[in-house]
């Protein structure tokens, strides 16, 4: 009689769908994209290239390993910046397959931190409200000496200090516009909607101002719909697939409804989600048609205004500046001279390029705040870069790559700010019009 093991069963390893990750069959392992992976320059090692974690994500899908931490591991110290995309010759969109992997896992990290990520992507991000909130009682605790007590007597573990130390300061108001149709200066040029994303709202009202006051001088009507939400960049990097197609619908329907000629973003990050709505619901029969128009009506400002042609007269702004490519604007979108073109345009600028300008600066998201000591490497490059430009300013028209370069910066003692692209051109119109704000939208 033959006797029955008693050693307990190995699981077989589960396969992602293959449809989720059709991208894959176009890599020919060729390896160009080895030397733009941030990672990879830092570690060395063919599993943190984006050739090898196609040949993990590969072998996953196929079933011959499992989805376990160390494959988890590998997805998540990838930083997303799609450098690799740009070097590619196949054309292989790196980002669409990393994506796809990280929805097969969730968000990463201690349990804490995943309970974190969690609580923010499904239950902050969806909801404007909630965040300016959630925002109010984290300026309370900056500003009210809480911080300040709860540092001195070590209340908070170490791993959530390290995070909470690279949180901005939370400004004194939001984004919050009382009207949603700012009206064109002059004669109208087009009617546009504008994203006004989540941190972006919360976090740099002034610039979603700057924003609209730019567009109303360019002869643009501006529509700043209530009822968007979160682009869902961050819930797609995190793998919370099923949330961000939700989100996504709402911004849909509310643009389309608005019947725009353009969605207007001024954040990288979020232009190169939108932009891809049309893959994340291409096996949506009810939405892949709707996905395709609202993605194709979406424009980076910089690319909008490029496009258009500036109206008006610049006044001087003098400053020697220099200029960061955001990864989603440079390699997702494809958008690196139009931001060129603005600067040359405002009199006073003087445009120095940085060595390796369209490197990660290692904000990815909340990369900094997941992977600090990777994102700290990949910031130091960027920070020697900026240096030895000698620019006063540098200019990063991106939310993470503006918070993430400030910390730098701050870090290494240097004597300059950072700006964003709109910021200047705000400036520069008020300075031709002898410091008028130009009807400033207010929250």
Request: proline share 5%; glycine share 12%.
């Given at each position: 009689m033959a006797m029955r093991s008693t050693a307990p069963e190995v699981p077989a390893a589960q396969p992602i769908p293959r449809l989720a990750v059709p991208e894959l069959d176009r890599c020919i392992q060729c390896g160009f994209c080895l030397q733009h992976c941030p990672?990879?320059?830092i570690l060395g090692v063919e599993t943190e290239s984006p050739r090898g974690r196609i040949h993990l994500i590969e072998a996953a899908a196929q079933g011959r390993i499992p989805i376990d931490a160390r494959f988890e591991e590998h997805m998540y110290v990838c930083l997303?910046?799609?450098?690799?995309?740009?070097?590619?010759?196949?054309?292989?969109?790196?980002?669409?397959?990393?994506?796809?992997?990280?929805?097969?896992?969730?968000?990463?990290?201690?349990?804490?931190?995943?309970?974190?990520?969690?609580?923010a992507l499904r239950h902050l991000m969806p909801s404007p409200g909630r965040l300016r909130f959630a925002a109010a009682l984290l300026r309370f605790y900056q500003r009210s000496g809480l911080r300040t007590a709860a540092r001195a007597l070590h209340l908070i573990p170490r791993r959530l200090a390290e995070m909470e130390a690279l949180l901005p300061a939370v400004p004194r108001r939001f984004f919050a516009p009382r009207q949603e149709v700012f009206p064109?200066?002059?004669?109208?040029?087009?009617?546009?909607?504008?994203?006004?994303g989540c941190v972006m709202s919360v976090l740099f009202a002034d610039l979603n101002e700057a924003t609209i006051r730019v567009l109303r001088r360019n002869g643009c009507e501006v529509v700043v719909p209530r009822a968007q939400t979160c682009c869902a960049a961050l819930n797609l990097h995190n793998g919370e697939r099923d949330r961000a197609r939700a989100m996504a619908?709402?911004?849909i329907e509310t643009f389309l409804a608005a019947g725009v000629d353009a969605v207007i973003i001024n954040s990288a990050g979020c232009g190169s989600t939108s932009k891809e709505y049309?893959?994340?619901?291409?096996?949506?029969?009810a939405y892949a048609a709707?996905?395709?128009?609202?993605?194709?009506?979406?424009?980076?400002?910089?690319?909008?205004?490029?496009?258009l042609g500036l109206a008006g007269r610049?006044?001087?702004v003098r400053a020697r500046v220099t200029y960061q490519d955001p990864c989603?604007?440079?390699?997702?979108?494809?958008?690196?001279?139009?931001p060129r073109d603005l600067l040359r345009r405002i009199p006073g600028i003087e445009l120095v390029e940085m060595a390796g300008s369209d490197r990660c600066c290692g904000s990815a998201g909340i990369y900094n705040l997941t992977q600090p000591g990777y994102s700290r490497q990949v910031l130091d490059e960027k920070m020697a870069a900026v240096r030895e430009t000698g620019a006063a300013l540098v200019v990063a028209p991106n939310p993470g790559c503006m918070l993430q370069i400030a910390s730098g910066i701050r870090a290494h003692g240097l004597e300059m700010q950072v700006r964003h692209l709109i910021e200047l051109l705000d400036r520069a119109y008020e300075a031709a019009e002898g410091g008028s704000a130009g009807g400033t939208p207010r929250a």
């Open positions: 990672t990879y320059r997303g910046c799609r450098a690799c995309e740009t070097a590619c010759p196949s054309g292989v969109r790196f980002g669409t397959i990393i994506e796809a992997a990280r929805a097969e896992i969730g968000p990463t990290g201690s349990p804490l931190a995943r309970r974190l990520t969690r609580l064109a200066i002059g004669p109208r040029r087009a009617r546009v909607g504008l994203l006004s619908r709402r911004n049309d893959v994340l619901f291409r096996d949506d029969p709707k996905a395709k128009q609202y993605s194709g009506l979406c424009r980076d400002v910089s690319e909008f205004l490029a496009d610049l006044g001087e989603h604007l440079a390699h997702g979108q494809g958008i690196r001279r139009q």
